[in-house]
């Protein structure tokens, strides 16, 4: 009966969706699907933005000296560019991505609660406004990192403070509701006979990582708090002249930024869970292995946060400790790797676009793998710590590791979202121009860190020249790239040849990896055969 009522309530809500027009309809759409739309636009914006700041980076990085911009402006780009790539470009694309599939993957009409929905996605654009807004008030915008360690943030902060603060927790809120939504949207509405252990991998990885939202936001919303009355209210949670302690910050800001990094790929693995069987043509290797292999990845990200915290002189036992544990989260992730390549091994592979960025994250993903475990060392960390190894450790798992998914689900789902197939040339233009740069861009920064150079810095010594202009010339040939996606998105919807039913040629929706809800399939049982 009640199925009945939320079928007709969520037809009738879309009828009256589609009945406004313009600006209207997009405000106040409960529609997952429309919503999801508006994440993603989002999110590529953000993107845009979040990689102009990084070209200003490299621009002022292309050669020794101070060339193009102020130290303390170079210190707001990398700010800033952070926080927009974390909270504005990868969290809402994957939020988007779970608004448009979830519902239809595991058989219901729409998300739980299509309101909150509607208000998790408008108030970001708000936050980030906020967060913009700070370039242009007393000091320029936060200067103190994306990671906004104390005292910088606190003690030696500018005026603009309050605007980060405020800013980030907006970005908290909507992504708890949106998270709230997908694990309510996953216990209570799948149809019947969808079982947890039948569930795509994908709508898993989406369950477990809207479980360490909910955990980890809170701790967030709580440091910000102590930053903002460090600042303006007097308070010494982090300054020791008051009985504070500035390393408390990092325990209890990593506390949240290190499931934060889980939150970012975990999603990543449920996307190439999805494209790799499609395109190999056969079913995921090890089905229960990845869903156990997820959920222990997500319980172990809250016990390795101080392993970005080896030179803070914490004792011999704490240090083995996190390098146990870090070394020990290696496991799950190898299983993962494992599995995707057994579901490929003798399959009928064909190399679509999607395929083509699942394969480079995969590839790409394991040598961020082999980086973060070569961090996760105490004694090696001592000598790779704050520098450019470690921004090159983190990019290969962000970029050609969330980023790419993302754009393998773009070209996965477009077919399905706009009703036309996206222009193949173009696609593979944009797959091969992004594959060569992002190395070109991040694969020398190893080099770079080996060889001493400091992160977060705009001048350098002159050995490290030659590395620059390269990684430079990398960073803007990928940040033109990006340029491609964008025609070949707009060329998509406006039009092109109409997608088939399965575009794929038999690869989309793979029935037999994980049995269909109720609604297309019976589930009794088949009659015996003598």
Not at 260 to 289: C, H, N, Q
Not at 345 to 368: D, K, Q, Y
Not at 430 to 455: E, K, Q, Y
């Amino acid at each position: 009966m009640t199925t009945d009522v939320i079928h007709d309530d969520h037809h009738h809500g879309d009828h009256h969706d589609h009945k406004m027009t313009g600006i209207k309809r997009w405000l106040y759409t409960t529609n997952h699907k429309d919503i999801g739309t508006l994440y993603l636009w989002f999110s590529f914006i953000m993107f845009l933005t979040g990689g102009a700041m990084a070209m200003v980076i490299r621009a002022e990085l292309f050669q020794p000296g101070l060339q193009i911009v102020e130290p303390d402006f170079f210190n707001q780009m990398t700010t800033v560019h952070g926080l927009i790539m974390v909270f504005g470009a990868i969290m809402p694309a994957f939020t988007g991505l779970a608004n448009w599939m979830i519902p239809m993957m595991i058989g219901a009409p729409d998300m739980a609660l299509p309101r909150l929905n509607n208000w998790s996605f408008w108030i970001l654009p708000f936050a980030f406004s906020i967060l913009l807004a700070s370039f242009f008030i007393g000091g320029g915008a936060p200067n103190f990192g994306w990671t906004f360690y104390a005292p910088l943030s606190t003690t030696y902060s500018n005026g603009s403070t309050a605007f980060f603060v405020f800013a980030v927790h907006i970005m908290g809120i909507s992504s708890i509701m949106g998270a709230i939504n997908i694990v309510v949207t996953i216990m209570n509405m799948r149809a019947p006979g969808m079982t947890y252990m039948k569930m795509p991998l994908f709508v898993w990885t989406f369950f477990i990582t809207a479980y360490l939202l909910v955990a980890v936001m809170p701790v967030l919303a709580g440091v910000v708090t102590m930053v903002l009355t460090d600042t303006y209210f007097g308070t010494s949670f982090f300054d020791a002249a008051g009985g504070g302690d500035p390393v408390m910050f990092q325990h209890i800001f990593w506390f949240f930024g290190h499931p934060e990094v889980y939150i970012m790929i975990l999603p990543a693995f449920g996307i190439v869970s999805t494209t790799i069987p499609a395109f190999s043509r056969k079913p995921l290797f090890g089905y229960s292995s990845m869903v156990y292999a997820t959920a222990s990845i997500a319980f172990l990200s809250f016990i390795v946060w101080a392993h970005h915290m080896f030179t803070t002189g914490m004792p011999l036992f704490g240090e083995l400790f996190f390098m146990y544990c870090t070394m020990l989260i290696a496991v799950p992730t190898g299983v993962k790797v494992f599995n995707w390549v057994a579901t490929m091994w003798r399959g009928a592979m064909t190399f679509e676009t999607p395929m083509l960025f699942s394969i480079a994250f995969v590839i790409l993903f394991t040598i961020g793998g082999f980086s973060g475990l070569m961090l996760a060392m105490t004694p090696v960390d001592f000598q790779y710590h704050d520098t450019y190894f470690v921004v090159a450790h983190f990019h290969y798992v962000l970029v050609t590791g969330s980023l790419f998914s993302i754009f393998a689900a773009a070209y996965y789902w477009l077919p399905k979202w706009t009703g036309n197939m996206y222009n193949d040339a173009l696609s593979k233009w944009h797959f091969w121009c992004s594959l060569i740069s992002v190395n070109l861009l991040f694969f020398p920064m190893h080099f770079l860190g080996l060889a001493g150079m400091p992160r977060r810095i705009p001048d350098y010594a002159l050995q490290f020249a030659d590395f620059n202009k390269w990684v430079s010339i990398g960073g803007f040939a990928f940040g033109l790239s990006q340029l491609i996606f964008l025609a070949v998105v707009i060329k998509c919807i406006r039009g092109g040849e109409k997608a088939e039913a399965k575009p794929w040629d038999g690869a989309e929706g793979l029935e037999w990896t994980v049995p269909s809800p109720a609604p297309y399939h019976t589930f009794e049982k088949p009659p015996k055969i003598d």
